[in-house]
């Protein structure tokens, strides 16, 4: 999974540094999670995986797909990940981008799982400690997590509490 991460990075930093350039953020941010879902999809990575697809070909998918909301700059990242056979790391890409994004912001997104809901007190007590802790503002979600017996456990970046 590492490995994926680092393979990613250099798109991600190429994208956010773009995007911080010319202004464009949240705009990129909803195009990454755009791109990020069309690869998850069960059929979109049965034909990326597909050796006789071609790099023409998947951008040519992706143009079909994305139509007039796609920017030319989107179409330019799909094409040169696709000539390198990189399409499959865009769900990285995209969590990479939101990291870079979140520190640009002053703040962090924090993954917190649980057996059992929180109340909303409880999120709103963990919030605070943690904004306090890493002293940014932070966004909590919340996952489920039925393996764990009791407790929670919070995970920010690649921190595991």
Same mark, same amino acid.
């Given at each position: 999974? @590492?490995? $994926?991460?680092?393979?990613?990075?250099?798109? @991600?930093?190429a994208v956010f540094a773009h995007a911080r350039a010319t202004e464009t953020l949240a705009a990129w941010g909803e195009t990454l999670a755009w791109l990020a879902a069309v690869v998850q999809d069960a059929a979109m990575q049965r034909v $990326?995986?597909?050796?006789r697809t071609t790099p023409e070909r998947a951008t040519e998918l992706?143009?079909?797909?994305?139509?007039?909301? $796609?920017s030319p700059e989107a179409r330019n990242l799909i094409r040169l990940m696709a000539s390198n056979r990189r399409l499959l790391l865009?769900?990285?890409?995209?969590?990479?981008?939101? =990291?870079?994004?979140?520190? +640009? =912001?002053n703040s962090l997104m924090v993954?917190?799982?649980?057996a059992f809901g929180l109340s909303a007190a409880q999120?709103? +007590?963990?919030? @605070? @400690?943690?904004?306090k802790r890493y002293q940014r503002q932070v966004?909590?979600?919340e996952q489920s997590a039925p393996e764990l017996v009791g407790g929670f456990v919070v995970q920010a970046g690649d921190q595991v509490m």
């Open positions: 999974m @590492a490995e $994926l991460r680092t393979l990613a990075r250099p798109y @991600a930093q $990326l995986k597909d050796p992706f143009a079909c797909l994305g139509g007039e909301q $796609l865009l769900p990285q890409l995209t969590t990479l981008y939101a =990291e870079l994004r979140a520190e +640009q =912001e993954t917190l799982h649980s999120q709103a +007590q963990i919030q @605070a @400690a943690l904004s966004q909590v979600q």
